[in-house]
């Protein structure tokens, strides 16, 4: 299953968001300040330890919207730092604290912040949220994006990073289903043979590699391959502009997966289900045949500008 989840940031975006915080003095002194009714939790905590814990812990929080597993060894400049300002006199006499004083802690400082903790209603409520948003675009880095913001504005601390890649997965998986579910009912048997045509090949080369290649220059022969494109492919463009408004597909989506049917080898693409075949197809189709107009247009004015020179 590790190896199936998707991959939406890379190695060091990843230790930027979810990597324990490296405080300057100046953060150090606004995060690790308690105000006085957290200042009146944490003396309510029985041992030095503890009290430390606490403060180290909703400092991180307040920065990061996460709680972190990890040792006053590892944390030594900001302990250090907080015994200076809050404790000067007393001396750790141990390094670690239970599970249980860790767990009451962490409730404490949500209480404290207003913030849901608990793993199941933080997913269930970010599954909704990606119901909706998945309709505007199904881009993984936009839904993560979109996860960190509905995270912050509802107060909820955030999931880790595996747990985000399986709730865009899933997301992404329900929209796929929707999309084919309804291709079936709006496809006929001839249209689903105009697609799969265009994951076959001509001579040497897939037709789908045919559409995908752009004009070198504004040579009468390059700009009269284009106006061919048009022709040939002209099926395909009617079933696109036919068939996707009745998948309740937005733009933004169509330019998605018209970039993941141009950025993907055809042999990556043909492995893929009969449906997201389809989809892909149909809307780079969609969005080819804007470009190829676009081409003949600058080509166009390309022309009259000479003519008039």
């Known amino acids: 299953m590790r190896n ?16 324990l915080p490296q405080f300057t003095p ?5 995060y690790f300040t308690l105000t006085k009714e957290e200042n009146k939790v944490m003396q309510e905590r ?21 709680f972190f597993n990890c040792t006053f060894d590892e944390t030594k400049k900001d302990v250090s730092f907080i015994l200076q300002k809050y404790f000067d006199k007393e001396k750790l006499s141990s390094k670690t604290v239970s599970q249980k004083t860790c767990h009451i802690n962490q409730k404490s ?19 909704g949220m990606l119901k909706t948003k ?10 993560f994006h979109e996860i960190l913001r509905f995270t912050e504005q509802n107060k909820m601390s955030l999931p880790s990073y595996s747990s985000i890649q399986d709730l865009i997965g899933a997301s992404i998986i329900y929209e796929e289903k929707r999309l084919g579910e309804s291709l079936k009912k709006n496809l006929c048997h001839q249209d689903w043979g105009i697609i799969k045509n265009m994951l076959l090949k001509n001579g040497n080369e897939y037709f789908l590699s045919e559409l995908k290649k752009d004009p070198k220059s504004f040579k009468q022969k390059h700009i009269k391959a284009e106006i061919k494109k048009l022709i040939d492919y002209e099926m395909l ?5 036919y ?6 597909v937005t733009n933004q989506n169509i ?27 149909l809307c780079y189709a969609h969005s080819r045949n804007e470009k190829i107009n676009d081409n003949l247009m600058i080509s166009f004015i390309h022309y009259l500008e000479k003519f008039k020179s």
């Open 4 to 19: 199936r989840r998707l991959k939406i940031l890379s190695k060091s975006e990843i230790n930027e968001l979810y990597d």
């Open 26 to 30: 100046d953060e150090k002194n606004k």
């Open 46 to 66: 029985r041992t030095l330890t503890s009290r430390i814990h606490f403060i180290l812990q909703i400092g991180y929080f307040k920065a990061t919207s996460q």
């Open 109 to 127: 400082i949500a209480k404290l912040l207003g913030y849901e903790i608990d793993k199941q209603i933080v997913k269930q409520k970010i599954r």
């Open 134 to 143: 998945i309709l505007i675009c199904g881009d993984p880095i936009y839904l």
């Open 237 to 241: 463009y009617k079933l696109a502009k």
């Open 243 to 248: 068939s996707l408004p009745k998948l309740d």
């Open 255 to 281: 330019y998605y997966y018209a970039s993941l049917a141009e950025h993907y080898p055809i042999s990556n693409l043909k492995k893929l289900s009969t449906t997201k075949q389809a989809i892909y197809v």
